[in-house]
Antibody, heavy 117, light 106 residues
């Protein structure tokens, strides 16, 4: 069955780099894009960026200078890296998938990342 | 960026109510609007896709509609399990979410 699972550190120091992994199963990264979404505590959802099925990427313009998304299709993993973290980057980070009618249909459980000053 | 203005931000509801939540898009986004339900400590769940289509496993009391740039999620005969936060999303261009609506029981 389709699954996505985020993993990574739960505590990161301000000014450092966040590295998260989304491991997927039940579908291929060459057939689906993967999207990253985050949600600060008690706040709304924010689209961060996408790696398309062809490997191209697009990013939220507000994060573009700090964000990169890559993948390893052989391991069914997508990687998010965001540098120069600040305390307002504290959030739950989710991955979800993209393709046609299935866009945003399955989500990972999320990983809560706290940025400490 | 396209803005999705969601209203209301919160709503006090009773079981059996018909509830309508609306998002207004700042520019044309066509049919590319989804609605999500989110319960505390859980990931968002897709309820409606492409403005009017019911996602798999979603009860038929949920429906989505569009009138021009206004998109609505309606819950008919609200049940206790429907008390949650709801989010709209446009993905015609770079995706943007509405601010969310919190349903609370009276």
């Amino acid at each position: 069955q389709v699954q996505l699972k985020e993993s990574g550190p739960v505590l990161v120091q301000a000014s450092e780099t966040l590295s998260l992994t989304c491991t997927v199963s039940g579908f291929s990264l060459t057939n689906y894009g993967v999207i990253w979404v985050r949600q600060p505590p008690g706040k709304g959802l924010e689209w961060m960026g996408i790696i398309w099925r062809n490997g191209n990427t697009d990013y939220n313009s507000a994060l573009k200078s700090r964000l990169s998304i890559n993948r390893d299709t052989s391991k069914s993993q997508v990687f998010l890296k965001m540098n120069s973290l600040q305390t307002d980057d504290t959030a739950i980070y989710y991955c979800t998938r993209e393709r046609d009618l299935n866009t945003f249909d399955y989500w990972g459980q999320g990983v809560m990342v706290t940025v400490s000053s | 960026d396209i803005q999705m203005t969601q209203s209301p931000s919160s709503m006090s509801v009773s079981l059996g109510d018909t509830v309508t939540i609306t998002c207004r898009a700042s520019q044309d986004v066509g049919i590319y609007v989804n609605w999500f339900q989110q319960k505390p400590g859980k990931s968002p769940r897709r309820m409606i896709y492409r403005a009017t289509n019911l996602a798999d496993g979603v009860p038929s009391r949920f429906s989505g509609s569009r009138s021009g740039s206004d998109y609505s999620l309606t819950i008919s005969s609200l049940e206790s399990e429907d008390v949650a936060d709801y989010h709209c999303l446009q993905y015609d261009e770079y995706p943007t979410f509405g601010g969310g609506t919190k349903l609370e029981l009276k």
